[in-house]
């Protein structure tokens, strides 16, 4: 079974998992969000029934599919403390936040 973890959980984020878990496309169960609101959290989880973290490691820990959905201005904040687990488990990245090339994406995830 294919896990995704969703770095992130704001609007845009919000808007796929709700198109994925509406669609039937993929259990809740195997939705992982971290956040570091713990408002929106707790309305993913109980609008979508997907499982959440505060902590970024913890939710991809088991992640086939990380798709990045945080603001361009931090994701190298965001990216930089998750290389060593990126790299050892090597799964798929999936960038929505506008403006970052795939160099930079590279750098930072290791």
Not at 7 to 13: D, L, R
Not at 85 to 109: C, F, K, T, Y
Request: charged letters at 10%; hydrophobic letters at 45%.
């Amino acid at each position: 079974m294919t896990h995704v973890a969703f770095i992130g959980g704001g609007n845009m984020a919000a808007a796929i998992i709700g198109g994925l878990v509406r669609q039937g496309d993929m259990p809740a169960s195997q939705i992982h969000v971290s956040d570091p609101n713990e408002q929106q959290r707790q309305q993913l989880a109980d609008n979508y029934g997907v499982l959440v973290y505060a902590d970024n490691e913890q939710a991809i820990a088991q992640a086939d599919v990380v798709i990045l959905a945080v603001k361009p201005q931090v994701m190298s904040q965001v990216l930089t403390p998750l290389q060593t687990q990126l790299s050892e488990r090597q799964p798929l990245l999936i960038s929505i936040a506008a403006g970052i090339d795939m160099a930079s994406l590279v750098h930072w995830s290791g």
